[in-house]
Nanobody, 113 residues
Framework: QVQLVESGGGLVQAGGSLRLSCAVS????????MGWYRQAPGKQRDLVAT???????NYADSVKGRFTISRDNAKKTAYLQMNSLKPEDTAVYYC???????WGQGTQVTVSS
């Protein structure tokens, strides 16, 4: 059974930084593409960034240059480094295993102005 557990969310002022982690168990992590998504209240869940098994990355235009997705295959963990945070980044952030189509439980990120 594949399980994903996110951590690292919290409350931060605009301009600040947070680093989210997604610990994965039960999967062949090194072969998986990992994604970070976010969902603001009343809005749909949107893609933030993905990283493939070979390390290729893709970002939503709204976060390019501010967010960095990475992975550590030895630790079976994906990360999302978020810098220069804005109030509009406030959302629940979810990690997803694209290979197994499995979501984590989400972690709240709140950016105050």
């Amino acid at each position: 059974q594949v399980q994903l557990v996110e951590s690292g969310g919290g409350l931060v002022q605009a301009g600040g930084s947070l680093r989210l982690s997604c610990a994965v168990s039960g999967s062949i992590f090194s072969l998986d593409t990992m994604g970070w998504y976010r969902q603001a209240p009343g809005k749909q869940r949107d893609l933030v960034a993905t990283v493939t098994s070979s390390g290729n990355t893709n970002y939503a235009d709204s976060v390019k240059g501010r967010f960095t997705i990475s992975r550590d295959n030895a630790k079976k963990t994906a990360y999302l480094q978020m810098n220069s945070l804005k109030p509009e980044d406030t959302a629940v952030y979810y990690c997803k295993s694209l290979l197994y189509s499995t979501w984590g439980q989400g972690t709240q990120v709140t950016v105050s102005s």
